[in-house]
């Protein structure tokens, strides 16, 4: 019995180094690593060890006889995969990453943020010999995107924490919450104290529309929707209007899924999981029957992936796919034995929700291709948005959608941009706003002149941008520590001018409202208690203050 990956896959590849016969692909050293949705096992390799399984932080992995009836067909994507990709183990080693020496000086380093991206720094980083960070977050709870971007109801996603709240648990590591680089402790500060600072703040800002009627009242982008379901402290008191019967997002990625998922769910299935309590009682009184996605260019060019596809088909809706989308060019793509097995994937369950009768009275999720856009209209608030019918051009990077004179209005109350994420700068270190990223060379930054900040290093979206999943993270954050050691061991570090406890004297002084690791553990058994009671797996507390106020008792 071979081992299958599924739709939970985070691409950490903790399972990769694990797997004593190398049959797990493709490897985060391979070009190929970067856009896969999923990693694969190959089924006439596999010995059928388990040693993956123990190794997955989101439990993704399953035995190919005891796979769920929702997941039984990832053993035919894992198969067909290496169909297309032939195994080759004669793959060359990873070189052994470089360490700071047993008889150095310690490393001190600053983490700022505690999302997936900073936690696989601290993790590198703690595996490279004499080394003490100290991590910081603005917010009152850790673990940024992965507890409050990553959608309730994929619980298991969320698992990633846990292991990094277990790797964090030694004394190398302090972590401070509610702290708020910039403002309560300058960038410049950190570099008195520290070798080197790590940015990876994320990217929380969101890229807009740049069409009118954008800011009336029921248009929203989708950071401020997944911020306020998950429960992020700055949407506690937001409100939406979940009145009418349709709601439109504008993009199909996975993100555009996620709220599609929770906008059409039984409240019932999401009372039990952790989405935020005040969602859960808009959301029971919802009226939302129908959920259309947009998308500016056709079928094969969707930016959703098709694990996540595969998913809504196990849904209490109706998929609803015209289908007139599954025209000649996806028919001959599904063809050509040479199409790549992802694309493959989406192109046939998109064929499948096309032939699907509805079932008259279920909540729909509707795709919509090749359409942008152009307006929104309503008086004081939304109640329409009028879309313009593109149309498919050839170009260097294969195909442009291209606005035709064809349009159509679509009644709505409620809309959603979900066209991508971007950074926000950090005082005092540079940014490209045209990017919305920190500037850097393999995560070393680099100011204006693209001379290289010496002590200053990036990771995460703030460094390459929104993209990728949670597991893409490690190999970034390897970068970055590599090249952070490099200058460490080179002398190009300063040293720090002051040392860890006048450091924690500053916080002391500055940050009176700040929590310690054993104060958010206090909140952290608090949610999960909560949770037990309402047989959910937590049950967040959503409001700054009170979190602060538990920690603080428990500190």
């Given at each position: 019995?071979?081992?299958?990956?599924?739709?939970?896959?985070?691409?950490?590849?903790?399972?990769?180094?694990?797997?004593?016969?190398?049959?797990?692909?493709?490897?985060?050293?391979?070009?190929?690593?970067?856009?896969?949705?999923?990693?694969?096992?190959?089924?006439?390799?596999?010995?059928?060890?388990?040693?993956c399984v123990e190794a997955c932080p989101v439990d993704a992995i399953f035995g190919a006889d005891e796979l769920p009836p929702a997941l039984a067909r990832y053993a035919d994507i894992n198969a067909a995969y290496f169909e297309r990709n032939p195994l080759d183990t004669a793959v060359a080693a990873a070189p052994n990453?470089?360490?700071?020496?047993?008889?150095?000086?310690?490393?001190?380093?600053?983490?700022?943020?505690?999302?997936?991206?900073?936690?696989?720094?601290?993790?590198?980083?703690?595996?490279?010999?004499?080394?003490?960070?100290?991590?910081?977050?603005?917010?009152?709870?850790?673990?940024?995107?992965?507890?409050?971007?990553?959608?309730?109801?994929?619980?298991?996603?969320?698992?990633?924490?846990?292991?990094?709240?277990?790797?964090?648990?030694?004394?190398?590591?302090?972590?401070?919450?509610?702290?708020?680089?910039?403002?309560?402790?300058?960038?410049?500060?950190?570099?008195?104290?520290?070798?080197?600072?790590i940015y990876a703040v994320g990217a929380s800002g969101d890229r807009r529309l740049g069409i009118p009627g954008e800011d009336l009242v029921g248009s929203y982008s989708a950071t401020e929707f997944v911020a306020w379901y998950n429960g992020h402290p700055d949407f506690a008191d937001r409100h939406f209007d979940l009145?009418?019967?349709?709601?439109?997002?504008?993009?199909?990625?996975?993100?555009?899924?996620?709220?599609?998922?929770?906008?059409?769910?039984?409240?019932?299935?999401?009372?039990?999981?952790?989405?935020?309590?005040?969602?859960?009682?808009?959301?029971?009184?919802?009226?939302?029957?129908?959920?259309?996605?947009?998308?500016?260019?056709?079928?094969?060019?969707?930016?959703?992936?098709?694990?996540?596809?595969?998913?809504?088909?196990?849904?209490?809706?109706?998929?609803?796919?015209?289908?007139?989308?599954?025209?000649?060019?996806?028919?001959?793509?599904?063809?050509?034995?040479?199409?790549?097995?992802?694309?493959?994937?989406?192109?046939?369950?998109?064929?499948?929700?096309?032939?699907?009768?509805?079932?008259?009275?279920?909540?729909?999720?509707?795709?919509?291709?090749?359409?942008?856009?152009?307006?929104?209209?309503?008086?004081?608030?939304?109640?329409?948005?009028?879309?313009?019918?593109?149309?498919?051009?050839?170009?260097?990077?294969?195909?442009?959608?291209?606005?035709t004179n064809r349009t159509e209005v679509v009644p709505t109350s409620l809309i959603l941009r979900a066209v991508g994420y971007r950074g926000n700068p950090v005082p005092d270190v540079p940014f490209d706003s045209a990017a919305g990223v920190i500037p850097h060379r393999r995560g070393r930054v680099v100011d204006a002149?693209?001379?290289?900040?010496?002590?200053?290093?990036?990771?995460?979206?703030?460094?390459?941008?929104?993209?990728?999943?949670?597991?893409?993270?490690?190999?970034?954050?390897?970068?970055?520590?590599?090249?952070?050691?490099?200058?460490?061991?080179?002398?190009?570090?300063?040293?720090?001018?002051?040392?860890?406890?006048?450091?924690?004297?500053?916080?002391?002084?500055?940050?009176?409202?700040?929590?310690?690791?054993?104060?958010?553990?206090?909140?952290?058994?608090?949610?999960?208690?909560?949770?037990?009671?309402?047989?959910?797996?937590?049950?967040?507390?959503?409001?700054?203050?009170?979190?602060?106020?538990?920690?603080?008792?428990?500190?």
């Amino acid at each position: 019995m071979a081992f299958v990956i599924t739709q939970r896959c985070c691409n950490d590849a903790s399972c990769v180094v694990e797997c004593p016969v190398d049959c797990i692909r493709p490897r985060p050293d391979e070009p190929a690593f970067a856009t896969a949705e999923i990693l694969h096992i190959d089924p006439d390799t596999c010995i059928d060890c388990g040693a993956c399984v123990e190794a997955c932080p989101v439990d993704a992995i399953f035995g190919a006889d005891e796979l769920p009836p929702a997941l039984a067909r990832y053993a035919d994507i894992n198969a067909a995969y290496f169909e297309r990709n032939p195994l080759d183990t004669a793959v060359a080693a990873a070189p052994n990453p470089i360490r700071v020496p047993r008889e150095s000086a310690t490393l001190r380093v600053a983490v700022v943020g505690t999302g997936p991206a900073a936690c696989y720094a601290a993790e590198q980083l703690l595996g490279r010999g004499r080394v003490e960070i100290d991590m910081f977050d603005r917010l009152p709870a850790p673990w940024g995107l992965a507890r409050y971007g990553v959608a309730p109801d994929h619980p298991e996603t969320r698992g990633v924490t846990d292991m990094f709240n277990a790797a964090f648990k030694r004394d190398a590591v302090r972590m401070h919450l509610n702290v708020d680089i910039g403002r309560d402790v300058t960038h410049a500060e950190l570099l008195a104290h520290f070798h080197a600072v790590i940015y990876a703040v994320g990217a929380s800002g969101d890229r807009r529309l740049g069409i009118p009627g954008e800011d009336l009242v029921g248009s929203y982008s989708a950071t401020e929707f997944v911020a306020w379901y998950n429960g992020h402290p700055d949407f506690a008191d937001r409100h939406f209007d979940l009145s009418g019967e349709r709601a439109v997002i504008v993009g199909n990625g996975n993100v555009a899924l996620d709220i599609a998922r929770v906008l059409t769910a039984d409240p019932a299935t999401l009372g039990r999981t952790d989405i935020a309590d005040n969602a859960l009682e808009a959301l029971r009184h919802s009226n939302i029957r129908e959920v259309v996605l947009l998308g500016r260019r056709g079928l094969p060019h969707a930016a959703f992936t098709g694990p996540e596809f595969l998913a809504l088909g196990e849904l209490d809706v109706d998929v609803v796919i015209d289908p007139a989308d599954i025209d000649g060019d996806v028919a001959a793509m599904l063809a050509d034995p040479s199409t790549d097995p992802a694309l493959r994937l989406k192109l046939t369950l998109a064929g499948e929700y096309a032939r699907q009768a509805g079932a008259g009275d279920r909540k729909r999720i509707v795709f919509r291709f090749l359409v942008s856009p152009a307006e929104v209209s309503g008086a004081d608030s939304v109640d329409a948005v009028r879309i313009v019918h593109n149309e498919l051009r050839a170009s260097a990077d294969g195909a442009t959608a291209v606005a035709t004179n064809r349009t159509e209005v679509v009644p709505t109350s409620l809309i959603l941009r979900a066209v991508g994420y971007r950074g926000n700068p950090v005082p005092d270190v540079p940014f490209d706003s045209a990017a919305g990223v920190i500037p850097h060379r393999r995560g070393r930054v680099v100011d204006a002149a693209d001379s290289v900040v010496p002590g200053v290093y990036t990771a995460g979206w703030i460094k390459r941008g929104a993209r990728g999943v949670i597991g893409t993270n490690r190999g970034d954050a390897e970068e970055t520590v590599t090249g952070l050691i490099e200058d460490f061991l080179a002398g190009s570090l300063a040293e720090p001018d002051r040392d860890r406890e006048a450091f924690e004297e500053l916080l002391t002084q500055r940050c009176p409202q700040r929590i310690d690791r054993g104060g958010w553990m206090a909140v952290d058994a608090a949610e999960r208690a909560e949770g037990a009671l309402a047989g959910r797996p937590r049950v967040k507390f959503v409001r700054a203050g009170e979190i602060v106020d538990l920690a603080r008792r428990g500190m």
